[in-house]
């Protein structure tokens, strides 16, 4: 006959089942989110090509006008190519709406409510598959930078520290755009409303030309919103010089971002119908 | 008593001003089908989606095996199996990774994972696609694949809602089949139908559901003695004919017929005494029916004597069955 009595209830209560739970099945569902970028190539192929227009777009374009402001001794793709990396962790993470909000019209978000999952592994799932497909852009980007003129001034491991950053970032902007994917829940419109809130942070940034061109009002946004401080941090770490206290500015909103957004994302995945 | 398997008891829900459900109360017994009926928006997802701990009830309270579904949502998930009406499998992964994902999800131990998913594949009949994409699979196969997720960590209680609707009858019938192995090893099975051949054929007691509320709690078989065994239906040849003949009918036999276009039904205690009547009454009337027919009555019957309308027959995929989704 059918057992009738429950097994024992885990995770409830004691923290650290309760996070040895969410890395557990968070990596469950990163696993599937990977798959299906590995099948579905133009997923990762359309994440590839907007950053190699911009960094080509950039380079070429606006290249000569921008060249001349900069600080002397600075070529145009040594200040760029930081920019891109932020630029494309940030425009990446629309997926993370994107893909949430296509989970949500077929009927494997309701069967993953009803499992005994974490609930938030589902956003630590995508995510955490987001930032492994970041890990790759931004690997693919740093090989067109060389092939462009890029070069690193401030030593491999400084670079590399660059690139964490440009991670962490990438990640703290998934969990914004988890929100979004969970609260507006079909992916088209998940599209529509993440650009016109993306396309402000990203131009209006130190990421492809320096604020100082810009009118004074608009300086005033542009030096203290978050792509600008972690564009700042990563080329400091490229370029070299005093990086401690910008690092520290850019990793405050990325704990900022994610002590804000990751609750709200939870709260969403638990109400939403 | 035998504690019941689920318990439902006032359960409400309202989005907004739509109440989805009304005051809804039933019991399921252990290792028993029991089945919820009812046509498109009635109420039977969700129903489901309350005990699958989805969706929190607005008023009124549901058990599984005991357990709240909402002050012990973590327990109830480790009992229960949920079988949507879309087929709820990743597209993109194969038919065995999608398993093993359920199967990680779930928290079977690791070694145990991959034969479970194997010996499912081969139960379902997918194990020669079992490494193709979903995408690539009919839709008979993903409905099948979908039953068979929710049966990976072998839940004591299943959720099937509307299992076969959009199968085709040999696909239906080894589904039927499945269901009843599962019910002789135990498993509670609760299912959603709009097919009442479906409940009839599956389950041992039946709620008929209709517009949020209850309409009927019963076996399929008392519910078909309650209102005669046999149905006649006479077809005439015109709307105005059927009207007369029901009024002759009514006036002179006491037994009154539904009329539904040119068709007039009845569900008689005596049904082959009662034809002669109607026969030579109508005849003396100048009131030939084009055909006349005497079968079994069906719960669809059943349906139409409680509601007064028909259930909508027929595949329907439509998403506003779903229940919550605005």
Redesign the interface.
Same mark, same amino acid.
């Given at each position: %006959?059918?057992?009738?009595t429950?097994?024992h209830?885990?995770?409830?209560g004691q923290p650290g089942r309760r996070i040895a739970a969410t890395v557990?099945?968070g990596l469950?569902?990163a696993? /599937?989110n990977l798959?299906?970028l590995r099948?579905?190539p133009r997923l990762l192929v359309f994440s590839t090509i907007q950053p190699l227009v911009f960094v080509l777009m950039f380079r070429y374009v606006f290249g000569g006008v921008v060249g001349p402001s900069l600080p002397p001794g600075v070529s145009y793709v040594d200040f760029l190519i930081p920019g891109i990396f932020v630029q494309t962790a940030v425009f990446g993470s629309m997926n993370t709406a994107i893909g949430l909000a296509t989970d949500m019209q077929?009927?494997?978000m309701? /069967?993953?409510?009803?499992?005994? %999952?974490a609930r938030s592994?589902v956003l630590v799932g995508r995510t955490t598959a987001d930032l492994a497909r970041n890990v790759f852009v931004v690997a693919l980007m740093t090989g067109v930078g060389f092939a462009l003129g890029f070069r690193i001034h401030a030593g491999v491991l400084a670079f590399l520290g660059g690139v964490l950053l440009v991670l962490a970032f990438g990640f703290a902007m998934s969990w914004i755009f988890a929100v979004v994917g969970m609260a507006v829940g079909d992916p088209e419109t998940a599209q529509a409303a993440a650009f016109p809130v993306l396309a402000p942070l990203v131009f209006a940034s130190s990421a492809f030309v320096p604020v100082h061109t810009m009118p004074g009002w608009l300086q005033a946004f542009a030096n203290h919103q978050p792509v600008s401080q972690t564009a700042q941090a990563v080329r400091i770490l490229v370029l070299g010089g005093p990086a401690t206290s910008a690092v520290w500015q850019a990793l405050a909103w990325d704990v900022g971002i994610v002590a804000v957004f990751a609750p709200l994302g939870v709260w969403f995945y638990r109400r939403a119908? | 008593m035998e504690r019941p398997a689920i318990k439902v008891v006032g359960l409400s829900k309202h989005f907004g001003s739509l109440v989805a459900l009304d005051q809804v109360d039933f019991e399921v017994r252990p290792g028993a089908v029991f089945g919820l009926l009812g046509p498109n928006g009635a109420g039977k997802t969700t129903v489901i989606r309350i005990l699958t701990t989805i969706l929190h009830p607005s008023a009124g309270r549901a058990e599984v095996l005991g357990h709240d579904v909402v002050r012990e949502a973590a327990t109830v998930r480790r009992l229960i199996g949920l079988a949507g009406q879309y087929a709820a499998v990743d597209p993109n992964l194969t038919g065995r990774e999608n398993l093993r994902l359920i199967g990680r999800l779930t928290q079977l131990p690791r070694s145990r994972v991959r034969p479970r998913a194997s010996a499912l594949l081969e139960r379902f009949d997918l194990a020669a696609a079992a490494d193709r994409p979903v995408r690539t699979y009919s839709g008979g196969m993903r409905r099948r694949l979908d039953v068979a997720a929710a049966l990976v960590p072998e839940p004591p209680v299943l959720f099937l809602d509307e299992p076969t609707t959009g199968l085709d009858p040999q696909s239906r019938n080894a589904l039927w089949e499945l269901i009843r192995e599962l019910v002789s090893d135990g498993t509670t099975v609760l299912l959603t139908t709009q097919y009442l051949e479906e409940a009839d054929q599956l389950a041992e007691r039946v709620v008929v559901v209709d517009e949020g509320r209850v309409i009927a709690d019963d076996t399929p078989a008392a519910l078909k003695t309650h209102l005669g065994n046999t149905v006649i239906e006479l077809d005439m040849d015109d709307q105005s004919d059927a009207v007369k003949a029901a009024d002759v009918i009514a006036g002179r036999l006491g037994e009154t017929p539904q009329v539904e276009g040119t068709r007039l039904r009845l569900s008689p205690r005596n049904a082959s005494g009662l034809l002669r009547g109607i026969l030579n009454l109508l005849e003396a009337d100048g009131l030939v029916p084009r055909t006349v027919a005497v079968r079994e009555s069906s719960l669809d019957d059943v349906f139409l004597a409680l509601t007064g309308h028909r259930t909508q027959t027929g595949p329907t995929t439509d998403s506003a069955n779903t229940g919550g989704k605005p």
């Open positions: %006959m059918t057992t009738t429950a097994p209830t885990h995770a409830a557990r099945d469950a569902v696993w /599937r798959i299906a099948r579905v077929t009927g494997l309701e /069967r993953f409510r009803s499992l005994p %999952m592994a119908v | -």
